[in-house]
Each structure stands twice: as C-alpha cells, then as structure tokens.
C-alpha cells in the first residue's frame, strides 16, 4: 500500500485547499492513502531561532513523517501569482540543517494541486514550486495537472466538491500520481 502525505499550503479551516485536500483524501486509488497533514502552528523561519533551540518539535516530526512517506502531495493555494508565505516557510523549516534535506526529500515523488476562485486556479502557483522541488532533490509529477478555477462555487458549504466533472479530473490525477508513486522508488 503506498502512503502518502497531503499538505495544504493554506492555515484557514475552511479554505478551498484543505476542503480539496479532504476531497482528495477520500477519493486516493484503491491501494493508496493519503495522510493529511498541518503546517498550522510552525513558526517564521529564523536561523537564530534554528542556532539556539534547534528545529521545533512539530516541525522535527513531521520531517520524520514525511521521510519514511513514498508520496508527498502539496495542495497550493496561489497568493498574489505565487507560492503562499506561509507554505513556503513550512517547507523552508523542513529542509533545516541543509544536511538533513536527502532524508526528507531525496527522491520524494511529489505532487502538487490547488484550488482557487480565480480563472486559471493554482497554475503560477504550482509553476513556482518546480525550482523549490528541484533544489531538494525530489522529483514531481508532470504527467497530468490539476488546477481548480472557479472553485467557490465547486464546493458546498461542507466542503464537498459537487462538481462531477471536477471529481473525475481529481481521481484520474491521483490515480496517475499513485501509479507514478509506486513507480518510483525514493533516492536518499
């Protein structure tokens, strides 16, 4: 069975992501599970931080998490054409001490998804995590994309996504990607 960890790059409870990340959870192949996973509560980046206490306990175990996962999934909001702050700083902390970085995410399959209420959904977003993934050495998915546009009205108000074609779309992506998942064995 293959595990993967789902993020949403978003702190509010009732955001589009964690509603598509939820989504996305219940509808993971046959085989394959997706964990989700909180960056809410990890702190600014601050190296002196870093030098005195050393990385955060929450911050250090979901490292652990995600080290022994076979499949990371990034649900990306899209602030202001790009990366939300506090995503990126999640994952800033995660690749602290620089050393630690293959055991993390030396070859981790990734994926990326996203929802918004804008037009084009998360794709500058997502664009603008490539070099990210590169400079940790793992490897995403390219071999379908998901971007959900219009999404404040795809969703009900218990976070369900109603629109059947959408749905389809979402389990065709994540079936690819737990095909590319188990198909790439983790480099460290």
Do not use: C, H
């Amino acid at each position: 069975m293959a595990r993967v960890i789902g993020i949403s790059g978003s702190l509010r409870t009732r955001s589009l992501n964690a509603a598509l990340l939820r989504v996305a959870a219940g509808l993971a192949p046959a085989g394959t599970t997706i964990e989700i996973e909180s960056i809410k509560g990890i702190p600014l980046y601050d190296g002196d931080v870093e030098s005195s206490t050393g990385i955060p306990a929450m911050v250090a175990s979901l490292k652990d998490r995600i080290a022994v996962t076979e499949g990371l999934l990034l649900v990306t909001p899209e602030y202001n054409n790009s990366i939300p702050g506090v995503f990126k700083n999640a994952i800033d902390w995660l690749s602290r001490p620089a050393d630690d970085i293959p055991r993390v995410f030396g070859g981790l399959p990734v994926g990326i998804i996203g929802a918004s209420p804008g037009r084009f959904g998360t794709l500058l977003s997502q664009t603008a995590w490539l070099p990210v993934l590169r400079a940790l050495g793992a490897q995403p998915w390219f071999g379908q994309s998901f971007y959900l546009g219009g999404a404040g009205r795809l969703f009900d108000a218990s976070g369900a996504l109603t629109d059947e074609d959408s749905r389809k779309r979402l389990q065709g992506y994540l079936a690819g990607f737990a095909e590319f998942v188990g198909a790439t064995p983790r480099r460290r």
